[in-house]
């Protein structure tokens, strides 16, 4: 990851509301224009990192780690095979643990940890695999940080498990609450064009915590965070009948609302002064992060619902990774390509239906059955992947083929003479 300490150059020609070729989900938004992959030759990818940690111990690893992989191997393919170790993880929660309380057997934890560590291994050095392999380009940025989006519930589903949620409100919170700091952070990159990772952030100080965590939790059992806290700590008097589980909830909602979030407010806020923008406007585009989790509280605290008494909360956190992927990846192709910011994605629609359909009986009607609900959620899952699936690879198709680029390949450098495969070479990345 590249690391910048300045703002760049850039003159943000885009309105509010945005146009519909933008805004909905019509064929026609699906492809990509001239004009708009025009922005891809002038994009340059940005960030900051101010971990100590990353800075000082990790960059040496992920240095180390990166000259490990054969300079064939394309770096979304890195990406991917990160993701392979989430995906692993999440089909053997679903057969050994559905309920996510367990106990499981420990080296189920240590899966959970090695895989979320091997994930975040690949994330890390797989921009450095692209400029190793001189094959940087804005699909990287797109790829990575989509698959980072859709990673978003299905870690923290084993996290979930790990701690022996389960179902609860804790464990459900626990699942779905890391969407909030990515969507915010992509709604800072939009407006501010660099990646800005604090002092104390989730993809590094953070993940260490959950990989500690899974850990403790395979070699003590997740019962340890029943134990109570005067018992450890042994302060009788201000600790009373806590335990260190009764802390995890206000430690993740502390973290997103006191770390995180007002930070990227006035990064945000001091992007749209420098170009002589308004401010209030841009909160407008919270729009489908307030749907999004609007819609999944109705849903899942409704008492009518059956998806969290029949453990469905693993499927129900597999459908939200696609429709979450698909709302945040659009806002980082808007980036790219420096079009207004889409406040809709067609996947919402099933989520405010899915909320509506759980709360039936307050609108006087009969209450919907589970198994036909758990059908409804089936569907749900279907929609989201054949949508997300289909909207995903026409984009990849259209940057590769305009940047003259290979989505899982490393496209080799242009011959003498400026044409490689009939691509004139002024459209090669």
Known sequence: MSTVTSNPTWVDTRTVPPPKSIRDDSKKSDFLAEDQLAHLKTYRYQSVDKSLISNHILKHYWNFMVE????????????????????????????????????????????????????????????????RTGSSSPLGELFDHGIDSLNCTL?????????????????????????LPMFFSTWETY???????????????????????????????????????????GDHSLLGEYSFRDLWVPILVSAFMIAHLPSCVYNVAQARKRQNLPVLPVFLEWTPIIIFSASCWLWLASP????????????????????????????????????????????????????????????GLPAISAAAELWYLRAYLVFAVVVYFRWALLVINSICGYLGIQC??????????????????????
């Not at 949620?165 to 969407?179: K, R």
Request: charged share 10%; aromatic share 10%.
């Open 68 to 131: 490990l992989l054969p300079r064939w191997l394309a770096p979304n393919a890195v990406t991917l095979v990160g993701f392979g170790f989430i995906l692993f993880n999440v089909i053997c929660l679903e057969i050994m643990m559905p309920d996510l309380v367990g106990p499981g057997p420990p080296w189920l934890y240590y899966s959970f940890a090695f895989g979320l560590w091997a994930y975040s291994t690949m994330d890390n050095i797989d921009g450095k695999q692209a400029r």
């Open 304 to 363: 009518f619902t059956s998806l969290l008494t029949d453990n469905r909360l693993v499927l129900f956190c597999l459908t939200l990774s696609f429709v979450f992927g698909r709302m945040t990846t659009k806002i980082i192709l808007a980036h790219l390509t420096k079009q207004p910011f889409p406040y809709w994605t067609i996947l919402l629609a099933p989520l405010m239906g899915g909320a509506l359909l759980a709360n039936l009986p307050f609108i």
């Open 408 to 429: 899982l390949r490393i496209t080799p450098k242009d011959p003498p003479g400026g044409v490689l495969n009939g691509i004139p070479k002024e459209r090669a990345a």
């Open 155 to 179: 870690a923290s589903l084993l996290e979930t498990a790990s701690m022996g949620l389960g179902t609860s409100p804790a464990g459900v919170l626990t699942a779905l609450i890391p969407c």
């Open 191 to 233: 407006h501010t064009h660099v990646l800005y990772l604090g002092y104390f952030n989730g993809p590094t100080e953070g993940l260490i915590i959950a990989c500690t965590l899974m850990v403790i939790s395979g070699v003590c059992g997740p019962e340890i965070w029943d134990m109570k806290l005067k018992d450890t700590i």
